[in-house]
């Protein structure tokens, strides 16, 4: 079955439920999940990426417990942790059909999870796409959110960003749009910019529950494809992604620099960015199918 409308579902877990969208076709053999990132902020601001769809590649994504369309009970950090995250990503998967093969795409904090699910299950996982991603460990984790700060900072002082920010988170976040981009003075379509939205509680809970974050064992266990692709001018550094680089020992790593783009590239780059993906999903051959 094929479809251009995108279809939803709601998947039950402990405590809550998952919003999950899908597009492509239903009975496609590749099956690639986006994990959005934040934590705290809605898949909505992915959905450029749906451009990967086709009769061949079903793209399906989700909220994560607490964010967006998924609401989630629990105030316990313990329940937003990466064991949960797991569980929520397995549930995703079971629900969104019998692909031969899965391709885990993490954007920025959901390349965090995206690694950890290919380090538990590396014969489910056909390749993991790591976009703008985190790094695997806390330790080079931090030095990243020093140079965003910097970043804004400068963009503050040339006023491309107003010095006094708005209390609310989504209203911040929106305001300070222009330090995720290589151009600042790039305007996403309004579309895109209201799909930046911030679900704070669930955010900080599940932040919480990373301050010893080391996925080192994690990310030495899979063997399989990865594409590590950053934007030159990405606030947090291309340093983030040779990190992540180093991590992998044994798999397959593509590296990708994309020129003149910042942290947002299906945005503002697009025409570099996409293809990219692509050539690399369509060059998983068979013989490396995680299942």
């Known amino acids: ?17 998952l919003f999950v969208r899908s597009v492509g076709a239903t009975d496609a053999p590749d099956l690639v999940v986006l994990i959005h990132g934040g934590p705290g902020i809605s898949h909505r601001y992915m959905r450029g990426l749906e451009r990967l769809a086709g009769p061949r590649r079903q793209v399906v994504s989700y909220d994560q417990r607490g964010v967006g369309e998924s609401p989630h009970a629990s105030t316990d950090p313990d329940d937003y942790g990466l064991d949960a995250q797991a569980a929520d990503l397995e549930a995703v998967i079971a629900a969104s059909g ?9 954007h920025s904090w959901g390349g965090v999870p995206a690694m950890d699910y290919a380090g538990r299950h590396p014969e489910r996982v056909a390749s993991l796409l790591l976009v703008d991603s985190c790094p695997p460990t ?4 931090e030095p990243g959110y020093g140079r965003f700060s910097a970043r804004v900072g400068e963009l503050m002082g040339e006023g491309r960003i107003p010095a006094a920010l708005p209390e609310d988170p989504t209203d911040q976040l929106r305001a300070i749009a222009a330090v995720y981009f290589a151009d600042p003075d790039f305007t996403p379509s309004p579309e895109e910019l209201a799909a930046l939205e911030v679900f704070a509680t669930a955010g900080e809970l599940t932040s919480m529950s990373l301050s010893t974050l080391d996925l080192t064992d ?10 590590i692709v950053i934007g030159r001018q990405d606030p947090f550094g291309v340093d983030w992604a040779t990190a992540t680089q ?5 798999a397959q790593v593509r590296f990708e620099i994309v020129e003149e783009c910042g942290h947002l590239g299906w945005m503002e780059c697009p025409e ?5 993906l692509e050539s690399f999903l369509d060059g998983v051959r068979p013989a490396e199918r995680g299942r």
Request: proline content about 10%; aromatic content about 4%.
């Open 1 to 17: 079955m094929s479809t251009d409308e995108p279809r939803t579902q709601r998947v039950p877990i402990p405590g809550g439920e």
């Open 98 to 106: 019998d692909a031969a093969r899965v391709h885990l795409l993490g």
């Open 138 to 141: 806390i330790r080079d984790l």
């Open 218 to 227: 994690a990310v030495a266990r899979f063997e399989g494809p990865v594409l």
């Open 246 to 250: 180093r991590a992998f020992t044994r």
């Open 272 to 276: 570099r960015l996409l293809p990219v």
